[in-house]
C-alpha cells in the first residue's frame, strides 16, 4: 500500500477473496461431512451432536483498551492472530460473535475484521447471517405477544401489567421505539401498558444462547426467564407461562454454530453477539466448546474493553462453561492512547509523545485487570499508517519498564503475515501454567461483587446503588436470586461509568441505577450511568450508502 | 387408515418421509448446479440469474369455495394436484407462498398442505425457512426507524409526523401492538407519534417482493413507496429519504426463490406469503417464473377463495407478469358446503343433504367468478371420510346440471394418486384455448373498478365509500395515483364484507373505509369491514403446544 494509491475499502478486498467451499473448510478442521449443513457455498451450520472428542483446546482471549473514534481493530487482530498461528502450522479456530444490524446501519457499516484480516463471506456475515438474530427477535417478541395475550384473555396468572420487566426487540438501531405505550384502542386491541424495545443483542434470549450448553439446558433456562411480577409481587416466569417448548423450537435451528473462513482459509465458529456495554459481550459457548473439540488452540474476542467484556469473559463465561483460558490479548493503538491522552481525532495525525505518555495510563489499567485474574496479558500494538517511530519507540519502552509482553501487529494489510510475532509471544504464554481465577464468588453478596468489579477491573472507589436500585436488590434477596454473578451494563469509552473520563480515571464512584434479574442467562444485570439497551441513528446513517450495483454486489459495507 | 387405528398427524407423516437430497430435486427440475444455494440438505435457494428459457409453461391456478372451519385442504390439493401430474410423467413444478409465523404460533399450527399431499421439510418451511420473512420485516422495520431518525435529527423534508402511513411490523400474531406511540420519553428519544404494526405479510414490502421482476425492479418499486405527507400535504416517497438502496441490500438474498420438495419428490418453489385478505395474496412473481422456465405445467395457488386471491391473482399478478392462465381448479369440500348451509361445526358428521343445497350456491358463485374471468373452472371435491354416498351424488349431479368439471379427490390420504382423476380433467382443460381476460381495465374510475369487483366477483350490489375514504380518492385523483389496479382488503369468511353472511349472499352493498396508496407494489388497498393487518392469538394459541422432543425433533406443529 502506497499512500498515491486509494486503498481498497474492506467489502472490495472481501469481494476480491477467492473463498474455498466450506466443506472444504470443514473437512479441513475435522469436522465429519454429516455434520455440515451448508447455507450457500460458504457458509454452513454445524450439527454439533456429530461432533465428537472433548473439548480441551487451550483458549485465547483477544481484548482491548478501552475503545476510542480512532479505532483499535481487535476483531481484526482476532482473525490476524487467527491466521498467524495457522501460517505456523497450528491446529487453530477462531470462535467470533456475530455482527448486529443496527450498527451495520448506523455507524459501522460492517464488524466482520478488516483488510486481509477478515472472515468471510463479509456481506452475508454483517446482514442477515444464517438467521440467528432474527431466531432470537422472533423468540423475545412472541414470547412478549404471549404475555399480552394473557393479559387480553383474562390474566389467570394475575401478571401486573404495570410490572412486565420483558421488554420486545429488534435488530435496529431505533430511538423512537425506546419508549412505547401499547395495547390501545380498545377492549378488543388489548390491554394499554407501558413498554420499550431494547435491540436485539440486548435480549435476554441473546445472553440464554450464548451460555446454553445444549438444547434442553437451552429450554431449562428460557423456562426460567423471570417475566415480571403478579399483583401481589409474585415473580412470573416463561415456565409459569408454559410457552418454553415454542421458543426452543423458534431457536432450535439457530443454536446451530456458523461455520465460515477468513481470507487466508482458517476455519471460523461465529456464533451468537451480545454486545458487552448492556450484555456480557462473548460468543456463544456452543461454538467456544465445538471449536476446542475441533482444535489445539481457539481464538476468540470479548466486546470493547476488558472492563466489559474480557471481565465477564472471565467471571461468567468461563464460569459457567467451565474452563480457564490459557492466554489474554490486549490489542492497543497509538492513535487509541493519544486520545486517551487528550488528543481530538482531527490531531491524531501529528505525532505526539506527551499525549502517548498519558494515554497509556488507560493500556496499564487493561493490563493490571488482566493480571488481577491470574492471567499474564500480551500487548498487541496493532499497526496504523500514521504511527511515528518515537511513538512506537515509546510504547515498546513502557511496556519493558512495566514488564509487560506487547508485539507489533500489521494484520490489515498484511493478515496473518502481520499477525507472526504476536502468535510466536502468544504460543509462549499459553506453555506456562496460570493462576486464572474467577474475581468474586457467586456466595458473596451483590454489593460485595460490584465493588470488586469496580475496584479491580474499572480501579474506581466504589459503588452506590440509587434508591431504586436498592429496592429492586431487597427483591432480588428475597427470592434468592443473589447467588448469581454481575452483569454490568456501563459505557465502553471509559474505564468508569461517565462517557468522557478517558485516560484512567480514579476514585471516581459508579451508581448503579437499576438491577434487573436475568434468571434464563443466570445473571443479575446492573445498570450503571446512563446506558442505553437501544441505540439510535445518527444524522448521516451507514444505511445511506447502502446499495446493490447493477452486477448485483453489495455496496457500502466497510 | 381404518377408523380404529389413529391417523398420523402431518408432522408425523412429514418426519416420517425419505426425502431426496435437494440438490436431485434440482437435477430432475433442470436447475444448473451452479444455480443451487443449499440451505441444508433438503432446501435451497436459486439464483433465478442462470436459469436459461422461456417462461411458457402453462400456468394453473388453485383456489377454494369461501372457506369455512371446517377446512377446506387448497394447498393440499395443489401439492396433490402437482404430485398426480408427476405421477402421469408430466413435467411439472409447484409455486407456493410462504408460512406467516404469526398463524402458525396461533391457530394453524403448520401450512404446508396435509397428510401424504405435503412439501417437505415441513418444520422448517413453517418456521424460519430460508429467512424470507426475516428480511422483509427487517426491510420494512429498518424504513420506520429510518423516518423516525429524520424526524429526530430535523426533519429537512417537513414530514408531518401525523400522516406517516408508512407502519411497522412483525411476523407474529400481536394485537397489542396495532395500534401504540412511540418516540416517549423527552426529546433524546425521538419524536412522538402514534403509529402501529401490522403482520409482516401485509407489508407493502410482501407485496413489492411478489410483484417484483428482478433485484432492479424490486429497487426502483421501494423507491415509490409512499411513506406520507408533508405538513403542506405533498406525498414523500422511501425515494425522498434515498434508502432504497439499502432496504434492496437487505432483501437481496431473500429474492431468490426456495427450492423443496413434495412427499413425493415434485420440484417445488416456496415464495413469498402475502395474506389475500389484507394483501395480494400469490406467491412471487420470480419463482412463478422461474418454474416457467424450468417445467410444462406450473401449478400455483392464491389465499382463501376465488373472491380474494385468485380476483388478486387474476386482475393483478397475471397482469403485472403478463402471462395467462390456462385452467382454474376450485376445491371444495362437502363439509364446507354444509357449513355455507347453516350447519354447525360440531354437528358436520351427520349427513345432510338439504343444507349442501342451500350451500352450494356459495361454489356456484365461485365458479361464476372463475368463468367471468373467462376461464372455466374444474371443482376439486376433496374428500372427507364422513362424506356419505348421498351428499356426493348430490353434488355431482349438482355439477353436471350445471355443466361445470368437477374430480373426486383424496390426496390427504393417498397423495398424487388421489389427484389422478382431477389431473387428468385438468389436462383436457389446458388443451383448450380460453378466453382469459382481467375484469377491468386500468384507466376506469377506482369506483368503477371496485363497483366491477363487487358486482362479478362478490355478487353484490355495490359499493358505498365512507366520508374518509372519499377523502382519500380525492388525494389520490389528485396525485394521478387512480390508474393503478385495486387491492381489496376483505374478510374471507363471506362474499361479502359481513364475515357472518356465509353461502351465497345477495343485494349487498360493500363499504369502503378507507383507501391506501401502495405505490411501490403499485395498487390501491382498499380497506372494507373490520379487517384486521395484525390478527390475534386466541385463548389457547398454538405456541402452548409446541415443543422441541429429547431427540430433538419438533413437537406441536400440524
Redesign the interface.
Known amino acids: 500500500m502506497t499512500t498515491t494509491t486509494k486503498p481498497l475499502t474492506d467489502i472490495e478486498i472481501a469481494n476480491e477473496a477467492t473463498m474455498k467451499p466450506i466443506v472444504e473448510i470443514a473437512e479441513k478442521a475435522g469436522i465429519p461431512l454429516d455434520a455440515v449443513?451448508?447455507?450457500?457455498?460458504f457458509k454452513a451450520?454445524i450439527d454439533t451432536?456429530k461432533v465428537v472428542g472433548d473439548a480441551n483446546a487451550k483458549v485465547i482471549l483477544v481484548t482491548a483498551i478501552s475503545p476510542t473514534p480512532a479505532g483499535e481493530g481487535k476483531s481484526t487482530v482476532t482473525v490476524g492472530l487467527a491466521d498467524a498461528l495457522y501460517q505456523l502450522d497450528k491446529s487453530v479456530m477462531v470462535a467470533l460473535r456475530e455482527p448486529s444490524?443496527g450498527p451495520v446501519?448506523g455507524v459501522k457499516g460492517g464488524a466482520t475484521g478488516g483488510g486481509y484480516a477478515q472472515v468471510l463471506p463479509m456481506e452475508?456475515i454483517n446482514?442477515?447471517f444464517?438467521?440467528d438474530f432474527?431466531?432470537i427477535?422472533?423468540a423475545n417478541?412472541?414470547l412478549?405477544?404471549?404475555i399480552?395475550?394473557h393479559?387480553?384473555?383474562?390474566n389467570v396468572l394475575n401478571i401486573d401489567p404495570r410490572r412486565i420487566i420483558w421488554k420486545r426487540v429488534?435488530?435496529?438501531?431505533?430511538?423512537?421505539?425506546?419508549?412505547?405505550?401499547?395495547?390501545?384502542?380498545g377492549p378488543?386491541?388489548?390491554?394499554p401498558r407501558e413498554d420499550g424495545f431494547d435491540i436485539t443483542v440486548a435480549s435476554e434470549i441473546m445472553a440464554i444462547f450464548c451460555l446454553a450448553t445444549s438444547?434442553?439446558d437451552l429450554?431449562e433456562r428460557l423456562k426460567r426467564i423471570l417475566i415480571g411480577y403478579t399483583y401481589d409481587r409474585q415473580p412470573v416466569t416463561v415456565g409459569d407461562l408454559?410457552?418454553e417448548?415454542?421458543l426452543?423450537?423458534?431457536l432450535?435451528?439457530?443454536l446451530n454454530p456458523n461455520l465460515v473462513q477468513t481470507i487466508e482459509g482458517t476455519p471460523a465458529l461465529i456464533h451468537g453477539g451480545p454486545f458487552a456495554n448492556i450484555a456480557h459481550g462473548c460468543n456463544s459457548i456452543i461454538a467456544t466448546q465445538t471449536a476446542r473439540k475441533l482444535a489445539d488452540i481457539v481464538i476468540t474476542e470479548a466486546g470493547f474493553g476488558s472492563d466489559l467484556g474480557a471481565e465477564k469473559f472471565l467471571n461468567i463465561k468461563a464460569r459457567e462453561a467451565g474452563f480457564k483460558p490459557s492466554a489474554v490479548v490486549i490489542v492497543a493503538t497509538i492513535r487509541a492512547l493519544k486520545m486517551h491522552g487528550g488528543v481530538a481525532k482531527t490531531e491524531l495525525v501529528a505525532q505526539n509523545v506527551e499525549a502517548l505518555r498519558v494515554g497509556i495510563a488507560n493500556l496499564a489499567q487493561h493490563v493490571a485487570n488482566v493480571r488481577n485474574f491470574g492471567l499474564e496479558p500480551v500487548i498487541a500494538l496493532n499497526r496504523f499508517i500514521t504511527d511515528t517511530e518515537a511513538e512506537i519507540a515509546f510504547v515498546l519502552e513502557w511496556a519493558q519498564a512495566n514488564e509487560v509482553r506487547i508485539a507489533r501487529t500489521n494484520v490489515w494489510e498484511e493478515g496473518g503475515k502481520g499477525g507472526i510475532e504476536l502468535a510466536k509471544q502468544v504460543l509462549e504464554v499459553i506453555e506456562q501454567p496460570n493462576d486464572f481465577h474467577q474475581l468474586y464468588e457467586l456466595q458473596e453478596t451483590v454489593e460485595q461483587k460490584l465493588t470488586k468489579i469496580v475496584q479491580q477491573v474499572y480501579g474506581g472507589a466504589g459503588v452506590i446503588l440509587t434508591d431504586a436500585a436498592k429496592k429492586q436488590l431487597t427483591t432480588i434477596e428475597k427470592n434468592g436470586w443473589d447467588n448469581l454473578p454481575i452483569c454490568m451494563a456501563k459505557t465502553q469509552y471509559s474505564l468508569s461509568d461517565q462517557p468522557s473520563l478517558l485516560g484512567r480515571p480514579t476514585d471516581f464512584v459508579v451508581t448503579i441505577r437499576e438491577i434487573i434479574p436475568k434468571l434464563g442467562a443466570g445473571f443479575l444485570v446492573c445498570l450503571t450511568g446512563d446506558i442505553m439497551t437501544m441505540p439510535?441513528?445518527p444524522?448521516q446513517?451507514a444505511?445511506?450508502?447502502?446499495?446493490?450495483a447493477?452486477d448485483?454486489s453489495?455496496?457500502?459495507l466497510f
Open positions: 449443513e451448508q447455507y450457500g457455498r451450520k451432536s444490524l446501519m452475508q446482514l442477515h444464517n438467521g432474527h431466531a427477535t422472533t417478541n412472541a412478549s405477544a404471549l399480552d395475550n393479559l387480553h384473555q383474562g429488534l435488530d435496529l438501531n431505533d430511538r423512537a421505539l425506546r419508549h412505547v405505550t401499547v395495547g390501545l384502542g378488543l386491541q388489548g390491554v438444547i434442553q429450554k408454559q410457552v417448548g415454542a426452543t423450537l423458534i432450535k435451528e439457530a439510535g441513528l444524522k446513517p444505511a445511506l450508502r447502502m446499495d446493490v447493477e448485483g453489495a455496496v457500502g
